[in-house]
């Protein structure tokens, strides 16, 4: 019923397709996903990961298009979690001699998700697997996201195979960033998932890059594990992850919050206001009405993040809290804020918002700026200024 899909010479996807998922790891992906799995074909055959659980079938029935599964003679695990390991058992059970390649790490996870006795060839980086025809060379990828990452290069067709490296979650029936038609699109879900799945790991992210430049390997396509596969836009992704992983962020702010009566409500948009005057290029994002998921993408390429919440039972509003908890663990870089809120007799929730980002690794630049119940002419005056003087910041 599944076709494979040549993306090189002997060099299939056999993944599966998942249309309705609307969550992964806890942020929202509205777009579907896609569990990618590569069948290479020498004088020996190579499938680089599998699927997850439910999509054995979808993914075997690709297979099966090409060759018959059994006679697969290699399984490289570049990932052990569950969306590209969750399909092993039931493979190794088709084609119980396959030998599995992984890192040290992925070898003794894989004891950890599934008892089994097969052995495991462990690899290290700058090690290769001729498969007569193609060769594949292995690189480490230390926890990008996992200890166990690993990226294989198949050295005749410079197709790097990069599992979760340059992924998004994004469904679609082409193959290719230039099938689709919707490569402002993709690029949204890549930072989407570089924001929540690799931005706490982005300090890791230029050395493994050096080492993929030192290898002095060309690199045609990137083959990730979620998603769409780069080949017209492949130095553009390893730009944008240049940029992500080093800080690097547009000349823009975000005002971020939630509102009770209003009042917070009145305050982000005379800040705005005061962004407006000077010129500044500002999005407003409420939070009851933005996931949490897609709010870190935006500031993962913002300079400036504004965060305001009302004073609830002494602390801050529970989705304002959220963000501020989730931030905690992804550590944005180079990031300045500014807090700001209403309140009615303790105004608890500045100073709380400020100890949350600093915790966040965000630079606090401002003391912040409260309100006491609704917002007078004065009070929106303060507002305006500062956001003028947010701008000037920024400007600086």
């Not at 005379?270 to 933005?290: D, F, Q, W, Y």
Request: aromatic share 10%; proline share 5%.
């Amino acid at each position: 019923m599944y076709e494979a899909a040549e993306i090189g010479k002997g060099v299939f996807w056999v993944g599966a397709i998942d249309w309705d998922i609307r969550e992964f790891h806890g942020y929202t992906t509205n777009r579907g996903t896609t569990y990618n799995a590569y069948l290479i074909k020498g004088e020996k055959t190579a499938l680089v990961d599998t699927v997850k659980a439910a999509f054995f079938p979808e993914m075997i029935s690709r297979i099966k298009s090409i060759q018959d599964p059994k006679k697969i003679d290699y399984l490289i695990m570049n990932h052990l979690e569950m969306d590209h390991s969750g399909a092993i058992p039931s493979f190794k059970e088709l084609a119980p001699n396959a030998q599995i390649v992984a890192t040290d790490y992925g070898s003794k996870g894989l004891l950890k998700h599934f008892p089994h006795d097969w052995p495991v060839q462990e690899v290290k980086t700058g090690h290769e697997l001729s498969l007569g025809g193609k060769t594949l060379k292995f690189l480490e990828a230390y926890m990008l996201h996992w200890p166990d990452s690993m990226f294989t290069y198949l050295l005749e067709d410079s197709i790097l195979f990069s599992n979760d490296g340059f992924g998004q979650h994004y469904a679609s029936f082409q193959r290719f960033d230039d099938d689709d038609g919707h490569f402002e699109g993709i690029m949204e879900e890549a930072a989407k998932y570089f924001a929540n799945i690799l931005m706490p790991l982005a300090p890791l992210i230029p050395p493994l890059l050096k080492k993929v430049e030192k290898m002095r390997i060309p690199i045609e396509i990137i083959a990730p594990s979620h998603g769409i596969i780069w080949r017209s836009h492949t130095n553009h992704i390893i730009n944008s992850y240049v940029e992500w992983s080093t800080g690097v962020a547009q000349d823009r702010v975000l005002i971020i919050y939630d509102t009770m009566w209003g009042s917070t409500e009145t305050m982000a948009k005379a800040i705005s206001e005061g962004l407006g005057k000077a010129r500044v290029e500002h999005k407003l994002l409420r939070l009851r009405t933005n996931h949490y998921s897609d709010v870190v993408r935006e500031i993962l390429t913002s300079k400036i993040v504004v965060i305001g919440s009302p004073t609830i039972n002494e602390g801050i509003f529970p989705s304002v809290a959220q963000l501020l908890s989730y931030l905690k663990g992804l550590h944005p870089l180079k990031k300045k804020g500014v807090a700001f809120g209403s309140y009615g007799w303790g105004g608890e929730a500045i100073e709380a918002i400020n100890s949350e980002m600093r915790a966040s690794g965000i630079e606090v630049v401002e003391p912040g700026l409260g309100v006491v119940y609704v917002p007078m002419n004065r009070d929106i005056e303060a507002c305006l200024q500062l956001g003028e003087r947010i701008a000037s910041l920024l400007n600086n």
